[in-house]
């Protein structure tokens, strides 16, 4: 079974073309599958030349393609991650880095590497290194997503009943 791929990059002002590049590298030697790749590109200005790709996705779009998708690729955002954990994907998360123009800081990295350290999802610290990290995710078993708003939500109405 082939796996489909959900590359999502924000929506925030910056450029992730040396993903994109990347991906488009694996597409164009045959060790992924083009037929089973779509990106929301946002703001890079690389234009993909082997996998679909539309700049930015409205709502219903975007939750199409991400439940299409078996496979999720992302920056390193907390939202993207947790947006793509909690549906269940296997995600794999390539951090931005200041010094490629990708953020403002490399705060991503931290990030990342703390939803790696739960065990939820692959870290791609290079974006050179993405063939290797869908060949892990693949076969790797994450933990499940567990959600603390409920726990927190009762610790403030015990608080608020003790007051």
């Given at each position: 079974?082939?796996n489909?791929?959900?590359?999502?990059l924000?929506?925030?002002?910056?450029q992730?073309?040396?993903?994109?590049?990347?991906?488009?590298e694996l597409?164009?030697?045959?060790?992924?599958d083009?037929?089973?790749?779509?990106a929301?590109?946002?703001?890079?200005d690389?234009?993909?030349k082997?996998?679909?790709y539309?700049?930015?996705?409205?709502?219903?779009?975007?939750?199409?393609?991400m439940?299409?998708?078996d496979i999720v690729?992302?920056?390193?955002?907390?939202?993207?991650?947790?947006?793509?954990?909690?549906?269940?994907?296997k995600?794999?998360?390539?951090?931005?880095?200041?010094?490629?123009?990708?953020?403002?800081?490399?705060?991503q990295?931290q990030?990342?590497?703390?939803?790696?350290?739960?065990?939820?999802?692959?870290?791609?610290?290079?974006?050179?290194?993405?063939?290797h990290?869908?060949?892990?995710?693949?076969?790797?078993?994450?933990?499940?997503?567990?959600?603390?708003?409920?726990?927190?939500i009762?610790?403030?109405?015990?608080f608020?009943?003790?007051?």
């Amino acid at each position: 079974m082939d796996n489909k791929i959900f590359i999502t990059l924000g929506s925030q002002k910056f450029q992730f073309n040396r993903l994109l590049k990347a991906i488009d590298e694996l597409c164009e030697k045959g060790t992924v599958d083009a037929e089973d790749v779509f990106a929301q590109i946002g703001y890079s200005d690389y234009l993909p030349k082997n996998f679909s790709y539309k700049k930015f996705l409205d709502r219903d779009e975007f939750s199409k393609e991400m439940g299409k998708a078996d496979i999720v690729i992302t920056h390193g955002g907390t939202g993207a991650i947790i947006g793509a954990v909690k549906k269940g994907k296997k995600v794999i998360a390539v951090p931005r880095r200041a010094k490629y123009g990708e953020h403002v800081d490399d705060h991503q990295l931290q990030l990342v590497g703390q939803f790696k350290g739960l065990q939820l999802i692959c870290e791609c610290d290079d974006a050179e290194k993405i063939g290797h990290a869908l060949e892990t995710v693949k076969k790797t078993t994450y933990k499940e997503y567990v959600s603390n708003t409920q726990k927190i939500i009762s610790s403030i109405d015990k608080f608020i009943e003790n007051k």
